[in-house]
């Protein structure tokens, strides 16, 4: 007899059900909630909403689940919760809807009137960990529009062994900064928890802890399983109890197991051939649960464990089986079809079902599935027709583009390349070439670029009008715009435009009109007309990628005016469109450009914070990395930190890579900035003459101004024509005191002490003592900022003016803070010290959770170190040091 026959009360957890049934309270009142419930495999997630759904007998509750037996079908729970809700969801995904559709639905389904009478509706996804890039789309969606909803969305996840680049950590951080997110995680039992469960079972508690710790999952299995001595893994008492079943159940759980943590029972009695009695036998062990037509293992870990049981030979029988038997039903969920074909071994299969399940998948925006999908493809294609393989490796470099995977997706590009040029479809290759002219662009690799959007064109036009011309032209003349060959672009982007329209193709003509605005802009002429006209385009024909770069250049041109109100009036709707529309791209686009604004306006430490998240978000991408690079560099010269000069190496050959005026001047101009903070003149001159060459070919007033200012300060000879930005006008007419009024007005404190400190005039009294008080206004801005070198170099000036009473620096509490912090800094540090979480953190000085995650980014910098573990040591060590 087993030693636990009946269910085990749940110890432990009153704090946290007390929460839940808080939260759901809440909800009914019209605070909708999403509780994100986290903690490790087997702690009892599931059995703690079980337990909820007891407490709360009168809402309406809809269950849904991800699953990590294959390639997940996009947007899984969702239709889950179709099939349980019917009504317009249920339409909507039988009909094909796009993704923004059916989220509409649900949540207009969700909280809807009538659910009045059941006071909340909660709908539980399970297992996020395996959600697709869609799913966690769909809970960001629902999460900011939650208020004034009788809604509680419960999403479970297990938060042990997530990678530090997972997909979910990145989606955690976004849900848990929404006002409706709230968390709850599960830890696993203590040794008086264990000891009374094991009460009367004859096993000895202090054992069963050590070997489960406290897992109530493990501990629960191990009595169960009846055996003298408790198991070293769930995966040994799960095996236990599967033993006693009879031969035909045992098979039949196998095949369960294979099949995923849900399966029909129709489909359990086509590929077995079971009777109703083995299915009963099944649930009355507890190694499966019912839930009307469905049959499910109560925890994905017994499943796992009974399918690694199973023999290669026989699982791969089971598969054909079960492909056999979804195809008989009609089944149309690609993803999990196409699943069983490769493990059944069925190229054929495989090569029908993987393409389908991408393409839907990509539809729905869940890129990281779609890629995988493909690949699934790729790896049974050997003995496909050379356009058939062409397909499948174009589709994979379109979808790995979306991963910031460009290498892989240039080699996938080529390859695709190859087999057009081989079948001699020019139509094909014309568009091989285009997409591999944008590949190598964000690779920084602009002469190769350039050559295959011109190559593209050269292809395509003898062809005739095409959809596919349209797009060439509008790429090249993107091309020709970064390069600032402007008239080129703008008539290159009216020739894709017209044939845009011949052809209904609004994304491209979204695409051409945004470079023509761009290009616009970049001369001096109204541009924000037609720049609005793209988004708006783009946002009708659900085009998100090309609304994505029409938000960022609204964003990212205003910036560059120092608009500044003007580009945050696109920022967050930009980004939070980008977010939930996986348009990774231009979200980060969008990002770097909030840490431009936030360096320009002397929000150093915010901008340190945020550009250091960003490299660590972008990994090796050259053209994602290339401003965050550029802003750590400077703000690491304006304080004096050695390691500026490891970011800006980086970013001047990126840059110069690329050759791109608009890229080329910022990173030779920060570069002249390090240099001339360090008292290295000549060093200064050469990159400020530099970064002139590159300015030279671009009409834009506020590059061609801070190149002009430069070149001013550093005195070179070198001459710059054409307009320049009203600060640096000012400047140039000897006006510095205006300059830094307007930089002033603006919101640009550094800049504006910068012109403050290029004032000079020894030929009066007058002229030395106005000098004296534009010198020390500088050095109070850039004291204040912490720009030690800046404040340097001021002092110098005085002191060559004769002027003794100069202020030496920050008050001495400031100076003893260390590493540079500021007081809140300290206070932040402190905290991590004592091994506080950033929500304690939180709570105890009274600021937001993202506000101290800021802080913590900010301290970790200025400390030069990668974790919170390491700042500890790393106060230690000083400690350590002063005691010497």
């Known amino acids: 007899m087993p030693l636990l026959d009946r269910e085990p009360p749940l110890l432990e957890r009153e704090p946290p059900l007390a929460l839940l049934i808080e939260y759901a309270a809440q909800a009914a009142a019209g605070e909708g909630r999403l509780v994100l419930l986290g903690g490790e495999a087997g702690v009892g997630k599931s059995a703690l909403v079980e337990r909820l759904r007891r407490e709360l007998p009168a809402a309406r509750w809809s269950w849904s689940m991800c699953d990590g037996l ?103 951080g976004d849900l848990g900064s929404q006002r409706c997110t709230r968390r709850v995680g599960l830890m696993p039992l203590s040794p008086d928890a264990v000891r009374k469960l094991a009460s009367g079972s004859g096993l000895p508690a202090p054992e069963l ?28 008492a799960v095996l236990a109890r599967a033993a006693r079943l009879s031969g035909g159940s045992r098979e039949v759980l196998d095949v369960a197991a294979l099949t995923g943590r849900q399966v029909e029972a129709r489909l359990l009695q086509s590929v077995t051939g079971c009777p109703s009695s083995a299915l009963d036998e099944l649930l009355e062990s507890g190694l499966l649960v019912g839930d009307g037509a469905w049959l499910g293992f109560r925890h994905e870990i017994a499943r796992l464990a009974v399918a690694q049981a199973v023999a290669g030979h026989r699982s791969q029988a089971v598969h054909e089986l079960v492909l056999a038997a979804l195809r008989s039903f009609g089944s149309d969920d690609d993803a999990r079809l196409a699943f069983h074909a490769e493990a059944a071994g069925d190229a054929a299969a495989v090569l029908r079902y993987a393409p389908a399940a991408a393409r839907r998948a990509a539809r729905l925006a869940s890129h990281r599935e779609a890629a995988a999908q493909y690949e699934r493809a790729l790896r049974f294609a050997a003995g496909a027709d050379p356009a058939t393989l062409a397909g499948l490796h174009e589709g994979l470099a379109d979808e790995v583009v979306m991963l910031d995977r460009w290498d892989d997706a240039e080699t996938e590009g080529e390859r695709a390349l190859a087999l057009w040029r081989e079948v001699g479809d020019r139509l094909r290759e014309g568009d091989a070439l285009r997409r591999l002219s944008r590949i190598r662009w964000n ?81 001096g002429l109204d541009w924000v007309g037609q720049m609005r006209q793209a988004l708006d385009i783009a946002l009708a024909g659900g085009h998100h990628i090309e609304a994505g770069r029409a938000y960022a250049n609204l964003v990212a041109i205003h910036s560059g005016k120092r608009e500044f109100a003007e580009a945050k009036r696109y920022l967050e709707p930009g980004i939070a469109f980008c977010v939930e529309h996986d348009v990774t791209t231009y979200a980060i686009c969008m990002r770097g450009e909030q840490g431009n604004i936030m360096e320009r306006t002397s929000r150093w430490d915010e901008a340190v914070a945020l550009s250091t998240q960003l490299l660590f978000d972008v990994g090796p991408s050259p053209a994602n990395r290339l401003c965050s690079l550029i802003r750590l560099g400077v703000i690491g010269a304006r304080r004096g930190e050695p390691k500026a000069w490891r970011y800006l190496d980086e970013a001047v050959v990126i840059a110069d890579e690329a050759g791109e005026p608009q890229n080329q001047v910022p990173a030779r101009l920060a570069r002249a900035e390090a240099y001339w903070l360090e008292g290295d003149l000549d060093g200064a001159r050469r990159e400020a003459e530099l970064a002139h060459d590159a300015a030279c070919a671009t009409p834009s007033a506020w590059l061609r101004g801070a190149v002009a200012a430069w070149l001013r300060r550093l005195g070179s000879p070198r001459p710059l024509e054409g307009e320049v930005a009203e600060p640096y006008r000012l400047l140039l007419e000897d ?150």
């Open 735 to 884: 006006d510095p005191v205006g300059a830094a009024a307007v930089w002033i007005r603006l919101g640009c404190p550094y800049d504006a002490a910068m012109a403050l400190a290029d004032a000079s005039g020894e030929a009066s009294l007058r002229e030395a003592a106005q000098t004296e008080k534009a010198l020390r206004e500088a050095l109070g801005i850039v004291i204040g900022l912490g720009a030690q070198p800046a404040a340097r170099i001021i002092r110098q000036r005085l002191r060559t003016l004769g002027v003794r009473s100069i202020p030496v620096g920050p008050h001495t509490a400031t100076r003893q803070r260390p590493f540079g912090l500021t007081r809140r800094e300290c206070e932040v540090l402190d905290l991590i010290c004592a091994e506080h979480t950033n929500a304690e953190i939180a709570a105890k000085l009274f600021i937001s959770a993202k506000t101290v995650d800021h802080h913590v980014s900010a301290i970790l910098a200025k400390l030069g170190v990668p974790s919170r573990a390491a700042a500890r040591n790393a106060v230690r060590f000083r400690l350590a040091a002063a005691d010497r």
């Open 209 to 236: 802890y050590r070997l489960t710790g406290g897992n109530p999952f493990y501990v629960t299995e191990a009595l169960r399983s009846g055996m003298a001595e408790v198991p070293p893994s769930a995966r040994d």
């Open 70 to 172: 294959f390639t997940p079908r996009p947007l899984g729970p969702l239709f889950d919760l179709a099939d349980q809700l019917g009504g317009e969801l249920l339409e909507r995904c039988r009909s094909g809807a796009d993704r923004e559709e059916l989220f509409r639905a649900l949540l207009a389904q969700v909280g809807a009137p009538e659910v009045a009478d059941i006071g909340v509706d909660v709908v539980v996804v399970e297992d996020i960990h395996w959600a697709d890039e869609a799913t966690l789309d769909l809970l960001r969606y629902l999460s900011r529009r939650l208020r004034g909803t009788a809604v509680l969305i419960i999403a479970t996840y297990r938060d042990d062994g997530l990678a530090a680049a997972d997909p979910l950590r990145v989606a955690l």
């Open 443 to 523: 690779l920084c690799r602009g002469g190769e670029a350039v050559a295959a959007a011109k190559a593209a064109v050269s292809v395509l036009e003898p062809l005739g009008p095409s959809v596919e011309l349209a797009r060439a032209y509008a790429t090249y003349a993107n091309q020709r715009m970064l390069y600032a060959d402007y008239d080129v672009a703008i008539d290159l982007a009216l020739r894709a435009q017209a044939l845009a329209v011949q052809f209904g193709a609004t994304a491209v003509r979204s695409d051409a009109l945004n470079t023509q605005a761009a290009s616009r802009s970049a001369q």
